[in-house]
């Protein structure tokens, strides 16, 4: 699963069988916009995620900023979560203030998301990296959530502790941790 996450909370798209309560769970009612390198970026993107795909490219026409038939727009879908991605331009930075949030369910999730994403970009502490676009991301195990949250919190101290020390999330370390 993908969250966005920032200073106004998460959104993300569910993974088949999750529903909320009172949702048409079928209409997505929010798409993330990227404003940066529109082409690469989203073939880049689709590349990476499964039960991804693009869903439409458009180009500058005769009037508009860009060159005439240059990339404008990529419209793709990352596991359910839909986005746009606009040409603007490398006068457009992507901050920390705003990361995309990988949940995964196992070592070799956390792995493929943390080498793949992190190719030709900076890999930061505690699961966090930017890519080669330099969009941040968080790689993290479900489970690590699910420790940190534990009410005995002496075992969710443990795994803070461990966690702190990493970049990469590591789950054996975080169980090791958490055992005591």
């Known amino acids: 699963m993908i969250l966005v996450t920032g200073g106004l909370g998460s959104i993300g798209s569910k993974h088949p069988g999750q529903q909320e309560k009172g949702r048409n769970n079928n209409v997505q009612d929010h798409t993330v916009s990227l404003v940066r390198h529109a082409g690469r970026g989203g073939r880049f993107y689709v590349s990476v995620f499964p039960r991804s795909k693009s869903l439409n490219v458009s180009h500058y026409l005769e009037v508009g900023p860009g060159p005439k038939g240059s990339v404008m727009t990529v419209e793709f879908e990352l596991d359910g979560q839909r986005f746009i ?68 919190k002496k075992k969710a101290n443990r795994v803070m502790e461990a966690m702190l020390k990493m970049k990469k999330i590591d789950i054996d370390k975080l169980k090791k941790a958490y055992a005591g």
């Open 85 to 152: 991605a606009l040409n603007g331009g490398p006068e457009y930075k992507f901050t920390e203030a705003v990361s995309f949030t990988v949940q995964c369910e196992t070592q070799a999730e956390v792995d493929h998301f943390w080498d793949t994403l992190g190719a030709g970009g900076e890999h930061g502490p505690c699961g966090w990296l930017k890519d080669k676009f330099g969009l941040s991301w968080q790689v993290n195990p479900t489970v690590l959530s699910e420790m940190l949250n534990d009410p005995d």
